[in-house]
């Protein structure tokens, strides 16, 4: 069992910056995928960012194009927790943000929300203009 929680979000004005924190149980934190997902109002959950993991250890970030040179995402796994920076931000990225894991090892398309195993409870980013 993988508990996840996030913090960080906010109300924040147009341009500004938030940094998400989700940090997460479990003993082997670096093995896992873990994405980053936003669902505005009324929408459909999104996805935004993920560090991917990959064979023999190594890993790649990846983000959505709406958010790519924005968004960076970045993971501290001696402190099991996994961040997104957040500059620039517009009023379209207000959503309520979701971290995820997946601990499942295999190759994985990392943009689909049913791959994750586990995720945190949300929190709210609001952007005003």
């Known amino acids: 069992q993988v508990h996840l929680v996030e913090s960080g979000g906010g109300l924040v004005q147009a341009g500004g910056s938030l940094r998400l924190s989700c940090a997460a149980s479990?003993?082997?934190?670096?093995?896992?995928?873990m994405g980053w997902f936003r669902q505005p109002p009324g929408k459909e959950q999104e996805f935004v960012a993920a560090?991917?993991?990959?064979?023999?250890?190594?890993?790649?970030?990846d983000y959505a194009d709406s958010v790519k040179g924005r968004f960076t995402v970045s993971r501290d796994n001696a402190k099991n927790t996994v961040y997104l920076q957040m500059d620039s931000l517009k009023p379209e990225d207000t959503a309520v943000y979701y971290c995820?894991?997946?601990?499942?090892?295999?190759?994985?398309?990392?943009?689909?929300?049913?791959?994750?195993?586990?995720w945190g409870q949300g929190t709210q980013v609001t952007v005003s203009s």
């Open positions: 479990g003993r082997t934190f670096s093995t896992y995928t």
């Open positions: 995820a894991a997946r601990t499942r090892s295999g190759p994985s398309n990392y943009i689909r929300p049913i791959e994750y195993d586990y």
């Open positions: 560090v991917v993991q990959i064979r023999y250890g190594g890993s790649r970030t």
